[in-house]
């Protein structure tokens, strides 16, 4: 594994401590840059260029979601994983839908949080199982004032193909590392993709994994 160069941004200290303890922990992750001001974020990912960028949420974080989004807009080079010490589902949805890369709980112990890390680093994506469960089941999400409610699609059904397709969408690998990992033309597995977007109604892969994971067909 490569050395990863991460920056880590939360408004709580002990929280900044815990994590650059976990990731000084290992030997290829190093800590350039820290912060406890999320205004301080872009000027940071710009001087510093990290590879990846810990974003803490907690209950002084002001718009959480329009922070990651900008982050997520301006910064593709940086990969974003969330800590998220609230658990609140709505709120996992709406940062999900930015596009980030990784998302985890406060409950994760320090190998899922080393797993995250070095996952999305590579190019895949991560979401722990903590955020999994979270979601399953029923959901209340707002929007535009009124209350929308998902629950587990009992009537969807997914071939063994197509659910290892999904799972490896959710994983961020591209159509042609699909194909090779399974053994079928790249052809074959645009088909399968285009019909799981059809089967969701997603527009994209965040809204196809957004939905796997309401559906609970996506696990760590």
Do not use: W
């Not at 409950?107 to 955020?131: K, L, M, P, W």
């Not at 194909?179 to 790249?186: E, Q």
């Amino acid at each position: 594994m490569s050395d990863i160069q991460i920056a880590i941004a939360d408004s709580q200290y002990l929280m900044r401590l815990g994590m650059r303890t976990v990731v000084q922990s290992t030997t290829n992750i190093h800590v350039v840059a820290e912060t406890d001001k999320y205004d301080q974020l872009p000027e940071l990912l710009f001087t510093y260029q990290p590879d990846v960028c810990i974003i803490g949420i907690n209950q002084h974080t002001e718009n959480p979601v329009e922070i990651v989004k900008q982050m997520v807009q301006h910064f593709e080079k940086t990969r974003i994983l969330i800590v998220d010490t609230l658990e609140n589902p709505n709120e996992v949805i709406s940062l999900l839908q930015t596009g980030v890369q990784g998302y985890i709980l406060k409950q994760c112990d320090r190998d899922e949080i080393i797993q995250a890390i070095e996952s999305i680093h590579t190019g895949r994506n991560f979401y722990c199982s903590n955020v999994i469960r979270l979601n399953s089941g029923k959901i209340e999400y707002n929007c535009s004032g009124h209350t929308v409610y998902f629950k587990k699609n009992e009537n969807l059904r997914l071939s063994n193909r197509e659910l290892e397709v999904l799972k490896l969408i959710a994983e961020g690998y591209t159509n042609y590392e699909i194909a090779d990992k399974i053994f079928v033309s790249s052809h074959t597995v645009a088909t399968h993709r285009k019909n799981l977007m059809k089967k969701f109604q997603a527009r994209n892969n965040v809204d196809l994994v957004i939905s796997a994971i309401k559906d609970q067909l996506i696990t760590p």
